[in-house]
């Protein structure tokens, strides 16, 4: 599986461990940075991360910055992509399940790291169910 990671400074150092934690799963990881905890701009990563699920150069995207929100909402700007702010395995879950998620949002400051990893190895190991999700998810793209 190929995934885009991209945080802002906030969530630097909780990017650097799951992008480890991944690559020693196996994962293929395409990092948009940021690349330090120097003051950074979420959109400048949240967006190349959801350009590049858009486009599907990747499979899915990972965002954090330190609650999640900021780049959460620059990534849903994006055509085709379905970002989901989770705390907890259980939303993650749900978030593949019942909304087709492609980029999983990480609330760097909120969480433990190995809260962390729960989240994100419920995330990708959940899948799209399909049936009655999927006219929903359809609605979510339709609208005008």
Same mark, same amino acid.
């Given at each position: 599986m190929k995934v885009a990671i991209g945080s802002d400074h906030a969530g630097f150092l909780l990017k650097e461990r799951l992008k480890t934690y991944l690559q020693d799963k196996g994962f293929k990881i395409i990092d948009f940075g940021?690349? !330090?905890?120097?003051?950074?701009?979420?959109?400048?990563?949240? #967006?190349?991360? /959801?350009? !590049?699920?858009?486009?599907?150069?990747?499979d899915f995207g990972l965002i954090m910055c330190g609650t999640g929100n900021g780049i959460n909402m620059a990534?849903?700007? #994006?055509?085709g992509i379905r970002a989901a702010l989770c705390w907890n395995p259980e939303i993650a879950s749900l978030a593949r399940q019942h909304n087709d998620a492609n980029v999983l949002t990480l609330p760097a400051r909120c969480i433990?790291?190995?809260? /962390?990893?729960?989240?994100?190895?419920a995330f990708f190991s959940a899948d799209f169910e399909g049936g009655r999700h999927t006219e929903?998810?359809?609605?979510? !793209?339709?609208f005008s």
């Amino acid at each position: 599986m190929k995934v885009a990671i991209g945080s802002d400074h906030a969530g630097f150092l909780l990017k650097e461990r799951l992008k480890t934690y991944l690559q020693d799963k196996g994962f293929k990881i395409i990092d948009f940075g940021a690349y !330090s905890e120097e003051r950074a701009d979420y959109p400048d990563f949240a #967006h190349p991360v /959801a350009k !590049s699920v858009e486009t599907k150069e990747v499979d899915f995207g990972l965002i954090m910055c330190g609650t999640g929100n900021g780049i959460n909402m620059a990534a849903n700007k #994006h055509k085709g992509i379905r970002a989901a702010l989770c705390w907890n395995p259980e939303i993650a879950s749900l978030a593949r399940q019942h909304n087709d998620a492609n980029v999983l949002t990480l609330p760097a400051r909120c969480i433990t790291e190995e809260e /962390a990893i729960k989240i994100v190895d419920a995330f990708f190991s959940a899948d799209f169910e399909g049936g009655r999700h999927t006219e929903r998810v359809n609605k979510i !793209s339709n609208f005008s």
